[in-house]
């Protein structure tokens, strides 16, 4: 009987763990990309803005809170992880955006690095995923 009431307990524990960890990554990826949407920032003199860009690849590991007891009330948490969204803005122009999450307090503010990319860079980047690089290049020069 004790085996059986343990392995129910790991079982729904297990469950619990798979389910919360489903739960923040969705919330994570809401999260960037309504953040995404409403980032501007400058390229070459031209001002765009995250929805005048297409995502045509997401390298992305879940972004982890590394969460400590801390005892300074005010001290921002990083939140860990790689991620690496892969965009084509108008014209032939090419850019790499890299978010950065703190956490204060329970709330989260993203941050983010864009840089522009040259073709070489872009293809050497996505050289491995076909779908990317026809979003990147167009139908025909996916090579």
């Known amino acids: 009987m004790a ?17 919360l960890h ?27 803005r995250g929805v005048d860009l297409q ?3 997401k390298a992305q590991q879940f972004i982890r809170t590394t ?6 009330p005010d001290s921002p948490v990083v939140n860990q992880g790689d991620a690496f969204w892969y ?5 032939a122009r090419w850019f790499l955006a890299i978010p950065t999450v703190l956490s204060r307090g329970g709330e989260l503010e993203v941050s983010w690095v864009v840089r522009p990319l040259t ?11 076909r779908k990317a690089c026809r979003r990147a290049f167009g139908a025909q020069d996916a090579s």
């Open 67 to 72: 969460q400590r007891l801390s005892f300074l």
């Open 55 to 57: 995502i045509v690849k």
């Open 119 to 129: 073709e070489q860079r872009m293809r050497a980047a996505l050289q491995f995923d």
């Open 87 to 91: 965009c084509r803005g108008p014209g």
């Open 3 to 19: 085996n059986a009431i343990f392995y129910l307990f790991a079982a729904v524990a297990a469950l619990l763990a798979v389910v």
């Open 22 to 48: 489903r739960y923040n990554k969705r919330r994570m990826d809401t999260l960037l990309m309504a953040s995404f949407r409403h980032l501007s920032f400058n390229s070459d003199g031209a001002a765009l």
